[in-house]
């Protein structure tokens, strides 16, 4: 047998207590396979007197993870702490430029300083690697960085937060409200205590930033991605989508175009018979459109202590057999500059929602508006909905409103921004218009 290879695990919760479980699962078969053994030479966390779900008598504890991440007994830095900065950011640099291997699940850390921590591990000559930090236990980064390199990749999407997913499956199966769901989410324990972060898209952009970059061998630039959450999908809207034959899904989507990369995280309809609208609940799925391979479609558990340590697993065993890579599949000085593509000029088809005032002119007025700016109608649906819009009586009276939902042929972002702001602003619309765009599979 080789030498073992010597790990230092910083951060002990959901996901470090996952990965000791897993060693002391699997540590034999993995040390016959690899022909060596992995050994947990140190471990750090906040506290040390906390109950945990594993033993960790016996396995030498460091106070401080920035000692760990640079003692000497260790090869390689697994750093399950989170957050963008602090201690995760200074051991993990630390680690790196003690020459040590760095494994990590921290999507946060990777999408703000991506770039500039795959230039420390290559100018240190040590891996970076990163695979439990986007869609937990779906081996996404393996599949780009090494399966599919021998494509040009036009397209990467899919749905990356599995708290979304959850929400919009029980809107859509129960048919409740948002907030309600949202509240049986936090009773729960799959939604934090403050959403936003999940909610407001914001977790799907960290991870899309880092699938971009792979894909498209780009600088992480994850401030140009255009995030929008899913506060303001309603009950009515899962209904409309239902009736025309789609799923709402919460996507993160990155679009090679000849003006730049396109990246955007936004509610979108799927249609309803696609492989990506049946993942519901807490699953995560990405499709990746390759050149040369066609679309191939990954899904499986996006987070949890058992998927993610797999991740994490998959990383040290690289890093036993010697397999190190470009953390994003190229040098870091050769990674080009994003090229972010003007979402106006985004082409595609469009869900459109308005509460109408039912008077005389109305339609013709909102389909004139359309008009002017080219965007043409594939669909239009006015009629008493079965859904219970907030506002509009089951039986309208004359000039309440009602609900009208428009599909539009395709057309630019501009475009139907311009005709919807005419149309709110004309006056015949009780609420602000919802638009909702249609993502092509
Ligand atoms: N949970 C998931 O399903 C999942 C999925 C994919 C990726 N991730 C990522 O994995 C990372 C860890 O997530 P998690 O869910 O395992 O978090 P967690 O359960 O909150 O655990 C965080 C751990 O970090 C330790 N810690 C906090 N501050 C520390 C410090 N200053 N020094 C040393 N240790 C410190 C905590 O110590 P104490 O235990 O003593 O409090 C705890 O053990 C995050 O980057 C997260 O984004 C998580």
Redesign the pocket.
């Given at each position: 047998m080789s030498q073992p290879l010597k790990l230092g695990i910083?951060?002990?919760?959901?996901?470090?207590?996952?990965l000791l479980q897993l060693f002391q699962e699997h540590g034999a078969r993995l040390a016959l396979a690899l022909g060596r053994e992995i050994t947990i030479a140190g471990v750090?966390?906040?506290?040390?007197q906390?109950k945990?779900s594993v033993a960790i008598e016996g396995l030498a504890w460091f106070e401080?993870?920035e000692r760990l991440a640079t003692d000497p007994a260790i090869d390689v830095f697994v750093?399950?702490?989170?957050?963008e900065e602090?201690?995760?950011r200074a051991?993990v640099e630390a680690a790196l430029k003690a020459g040590k291997h760095v494994v990590?699940?921290?999507?946060?850390?990777l999408a703000k300083h991506g770039t500039e921590l795959a230039r420390l591990a290559e100018a240190h000559a040590v891996g970076l690697k990163f695979e439990?930090?986007v869609a937990?236990g779906i081996p996404v980064i393996k599949t780009l960085r090494e399966a599919l390199a021998g494509n040009q990749i036009r397209r990467v999407y899919g749905i990356l937060n599995g708290t979304c997913n959850y929400i919009f499956t029980q809107m859509q199966e129960e048919h409740r409200a948002f907030a309600e769901v949202l509240k049986e989410a936090q009773d729960k324990g799959y939604a934090e205590a403050d959403p936003t972060f999940d909610i407001g898209g914001f977790d799907t952009a960290h991870k899309l930033a880092l699938l971009t970059s792979l894909a498209f061998g780009t600088k992480v630039a994850l401030d140009q991605i255009h995030v929008e959450g899913i506060q303001g999908i309603s009950q009515a809207d899962i209904e409309a989508a239902d009736d025309l034959g789609y799923r709402i899904k919460l996507l993160g989507v990155a679009l090679l175009t000849d003006s730049g990369i396109e990246q955007r995280v936004h509610p979108a309809m799927v249609p309803k018979h696609s492989a990506i609208a049946e993942v519901s609940g807490v699953t995560n799925c990405i499709a990746i459109d390759g050149d040369f391979v066609g679309n191939v479609l990954l899904a499986g558990p996006?987070?949890?202590?058992k998927?993610?340590a797999s991740?994490v697993a998959a990383d040290i065993l690289d890093i036993a057999r010697g397999a190190i890579s470009y953390p994003f599949g190229l040098p870091a000085a050769e990674l080009k500059p994003y090229r972010r593509a003007r979402l106006g000029q985004h082409q595609g088809a469009y869900y459109v929602r308005l509460s109408v005032f039912d008077r005389p002119g109305a339609m013709a007025s909102i389909a004139g508006r359309m008009g002017e700016r080219g965007v043409s109608l594939e669909s239009i649906v006015q009629r008493r909905p079965r859904w219970a819009l907030p506002g509009i009586d089951a039986r309208p009276k004359p000039g309440a409103p009602t609900a009208v939902i428009l599909i539009t042929h395709e057309t630019t972002e501009e475009a139907i921004r311009a005709a919807l702001n005419a149309i709110h602003a004309d006056g015949n619309v009780s609420e602000p218009p919802q638009m909702i765009r249609i993502e092509p599979l």
């Open positions: 910083a951060g002990l919760g959901t996901v470090g207590a996952g750090s966390a906040r506290s040390r906390k945990r401080e993870a750093e399950l702490i989170g957050g602090g201690v995760a051991s990590t699940a921290n999507k946060a850390l439990a930090a937990g996006g987070a949890g202590a998927a993610t991740a």
